[in-house]
């Protein structure tokens, strides 16, 4: 039942699910997506060992950032006029 990789966030992503000890990382993500939405930019990098939850970090954040009317960049999902989630390649 996990994520395949290139799979791109839906609305039924779930917060909160399976995200246990991202707490202060999802905080600094939202804070800087809070911080987009009011015109100021910057850049993000999530990096880290294989397997430590990178892809779902991303993925949560991507949905919060739909759910918010922003396009966002997910390799392999549809346009963002369909959904909100725009393909990067």
Same mark, same amino acid.
């Given at each position: 039942?996990?994520?395949?990789? =290139? ?11 399976? !995200? /246990? &000890? *991202?707490?202060?990382?999802?905080? *600094?993500? *939202? ?10 930019? =910057? /850049? ?18 991507? %949905?919060?950032?739909?759910?918010? &009317? !922003? ?5 392999? &999902? ?5 959904? &909100? /989630?725009? %393909?990067? =390649?």
């Amino acid at each position: 039942m996990g994520e395949r990789h =290139g799979t791109p966030p839906t609305a039924r992503t779930a917060v909160s699910a399976s !995200l /246990v &000890g *991202r707490e202060f990382e999802l905080a *600094r993500m *939202r804070e800087s997506l809070d911080a987009a939405i009011m015109g100021k930019g =910057g /850049v993000l990098f999530l990096v880290g060992e294989a397997g430590i939850g990178k892809s779902r970090l991303a993925q949560v954040i991507a %949905s919060d950032s739909a759910r918010r &009317g !922003l396009c966002v960049a997910w390799p392999g &999902g549809p346009d963002c006029d369909s959904g &909100g /989630v725009s %393909s990067a =390649g």
